[in-house]
């Protein structure tokens, strides 16, 4: 360790002596929560920006600077130091790094690697927090809510470009992702779309006219395109208590509803154009059909090119006029025939409802037809009864209702409507709002990310994405919190590395040999990438992109600084090598874990050690703990490794032990072909 790391040590440990005066010492005895609680969290931050920094430093003071290869396999010599600044949740660190340059083949920080350093100096940490922040309200109010929690100023431009660029990988991302659990899906899938405009800013509106007409605004209005999907249980109901539902008795409580709920819904919003918004819905029904999905719906209002855009894209859904909508047009023709006082308005209305919901629709447009008939032609009152006419005729297809309740599929498009005010109006239409059609789309697209509940999923796939993209390889995450708590568990088991001796051999005149259990092969539920010798042919799961499971399973986790090269055998592992593991154990477990793996004999196989994790019990943290270690097991036991475990079985014909030692043997044990010295120890014969 430098001398700059061993002074920034005591530095951290200076500063949290005086954390602990502060908290302990006589000043605390009259400061309030409040005021404890704030002082205590800029204190913190500091620290954190400390212990960062000395993390940087101790980890790029030990790099190498022997030559690396450049592209087309150019050798490169170690050139210079370089810093870059790195603005953490901390504060602002300094990455000190070593850099590789030769001239005319470019030059690489291998560190950068490692370190999955971004293209930018800003953490991807700080950057989520902050883009939480903005894609629910203006960018200016995130930015004081950072400044003032954690003192961090952010540049406007900054996070805009941030949003811009992390947007970007959301279309692969859902690509990508995989359907939710069959188990957990409705019978019935639906699909559901509809528009809403969104402001957009001058210098992407056609040219401003010498004089505005009637109607005519200084800027226009994009249409964002909301599109939903989900799976929900059949919900059989009658026309009759559709009716009720939509005109409440005043002063009657209505009854208790057990309405399945929507399973797994997801939601989206694009101004790239209802094709492009039908493009993907079709992409998420694809993924979630089966044999599960026995009926499809689709849901709009009356919108003629949505209309044809579902036919086009889900030829197999059934298209539903929303009943929303309907009643909206029922209404209007009942204000142009009875005015909005009077009350046989409202009886009106509910009649023709009924006939709707009972899928007698074409009554009903006769009965309008014949209302507008005796008024004057150019009446507004023959106008707005002949349009909802022709609304009615034009998406008769779409309303046989009471066919749609007797099936249990839902009639009304509220998860759509919600989505539009959710998604789009609460963010897009804030007060003096006015967009640029790429900012829109990019803040739209995170929108969508986090009402799906995909945030920390979707940048974790981000930075894989992103470090595979700027290393050329992929993001390995084998490392886990240390605040984790965690669990040595040291079980023995014998791996065979020919045909087991009989059952009642002797081990060196000390009996039958003691049953041992077969090695056993772990499953885990998700996925665990493993580096040793012992696990990695054992551990099963499937592939998740690396991340750490949420379920508790078993994990093998080989001893530290093991190298098969150094060793005679290539399983072989010297007692030493586990001392580092049983030595620090006990130090840094509490008394109820505070057994370490123990070994009763000079040499051991690596097969024979298998320390194990539980994060459950430990005491104490386990900072000095050097496994690389990824998940859990149940119980917490030390079962001890029998003795000359690694001497049971001879190499080639005679008894040697795996790191050269020379072992006694009997007469008996002794092949014709050996060359026994004075001394009684044995070396193998033959070659």
């Known amino acids: ?22 908290v302990t010492g006589s000043q605390a005895r009259t400061a309030t929560l409040d005021q404890m609680e704030r002082s205590l969290f800029r204190q913190v931050l500091r620290l954190g920006r400390k212990l960062l920094q000395l993390f940087l430093t101790n980890r790029l003071q030990a790099e190498a600077h022997t030559p690396q290869w450049g592209k087309h396999r150019r050798r490169l010599p170690y050139h210079s130091q370089k810093t870059v600044a790195y603005f953490s949740i901390f504060g602002k660190v300094a990455v000190t790094r070593a850099y590789f340059y030769a001239p005319g083949a470019g030059g690489k920080c291998p560190a950068d690697r490692g370190l999955s350093l971004p293209e930018r100096c800003y953490s991807d940490l700080l950057m989520e927090c902050t883009e939480l922040l903005v894609v629910d309200n203006a960018y200016d109010k995130g930015l004081q809510v950072m400044a003032r929690l954690l003192g961090v100023d952010l540049a406007l431009q900054a996070v805009e470009t941030s949003v811009s660029e992390q947007s970007r990988a959301v279309t692969n991302f859902y690509a990508r992702q995989a359907p939710p659990p069959r188990a957990e899906e409705g019978r019935l899938l639906v699909a559901q779309a509809d528009g809403k405009g969104v402001r957009l800013v001058r210098s992407e509106t056609p040219p401003v006219k010498v004089r505005r007409g009637k109607g005519d605004k200084k800027t226009r209005k994009k249409e964002a395109i909301a599109i939903a999907v989900y799976t929900i249980a059949p919900y059989v109901r009658t026309p009759q208590s559709v009716l009720e539902a939509l005109f409440p008795t005043p002063g009657v409580a209505a009854p208790p509803s057990n309405r399945p709920h929507p399973q797994h819904k997801q939601v989206f919003a694009t101004l790239a154009g209802k094709a492009a918004a039908l493009k993907r819905l079709a992409q998420w ?12 719906v689709a849901l709009t209002d009356g919108a003629r090119a949505l209309q044809q855009q579902m036919h086009a894209w889900l030829p197999a859904f059934v298209l539903v006029l929303d009943i929303m909508h309907v009643v909206e047009y029922v209404w209007k023709a009942g204000t142009a025939l009875y005015g909005e006082a009077d009350p046989q308005r409202a009886v009106w209305v509910k009649a023709q409802t009924l006939a709707i919901l009972s899928s007698r629709t074409s009554q009903v447009i006769q009965h309008l037809e014949e209302k507008a008939r005796p008024l004057a032609p150019h009446s507004q009152a ?16 779409y309303m046989d209702y009471a066919r749609y309740l007797q099936n249990g599929w839902p009639i009304g498009t509220g998860v759509i409507e919600g989505t539009c005010r959710h998604l789009v109006k609460d963010r897009m239409e804030l007060s003096g709002m006015r967009w640029t059609v790429a900012g829109a789309e990019a803040l739209l697209a995170l929108r969508a990310v986090n009402e799906n509940g995909d945030w920390e999923e979707f940048h974790r796939f981000r930075r894989h994405q992103r470090h595979q993209r700027l290393y050329g390889k992929p993001l390995h995450e084998s490392w886990i919190d240390p605040a984790e708590r965690l669990e040595i568990i040291s079980l023995e088991h014998l791996a065979h590395e020919g045909p087991p001796p009989p059952e009642d051999a002797d081990r060196d005149g000390e009996g039958p040999t003691p049953q041992v259990d077969a090695p056993r092969v772990v499953e885990v539920p998700g996925s665990a990438q493993v580096r040793g010798h012992v696990a990695d042919h054992r551990v099963r799961g499937p592939d998740l992109r690396g991340e750490c499971v949420e379920e508790r399973g078993v994990l093998e986790v080989p001893p530290p600084d093991f190298d098969a090269r150094d060793r005679p055998h290539p399983h072989a592992v010297h007692r030493h090598d586990a001392a580092g593991l049983s030595d620090e154990l006990p130090r840094d477990l509490g008394p109820p874990a505070g057994r370490g793996p123990e070994v009763h004999d000079d040499v051991a196989l690596v097969d024979e050690v298998e320390p194990r994790v539980d994060l459950d019990q430990l005491e104490g943290g386990a900072g000095a703990v050097s496994l690389g ?38 007469d008996a044990e002794c092949p014709s072909d050996c060359r026994c010295p004075s001394d009684g120890s044995h070396a193998p014969g033959g070659s």
């Open 629 to 666: 270690l990824r998940l859990a097991v149940e119980h917490v036991a030390f079962p001890l490794l029998h003795p000359r475990l690694a001497h049971r079985y001879p190499v080639r014909g005679c008894r040697q032990n795996v790191v050269g030692k020379r072992m006694r043997a009997t």
């Open 382 to 397: 023959a106008k707005v009864l002949q349009q909802v006419a022709h609304y009615f005729q034009r998406n008769l297809p």
């Open 1 to 22: 360790m430098s001398f700059n790391s061993t002074q920034m040590i005591h530095d951290v440990r200076a500063d949290f002596e005086r954390l602990l005066d502060m």
């Open 285 to 296: 029904v694809a993924k979630r059909a089966g044999k599960q999905i026995r009926q499809r």
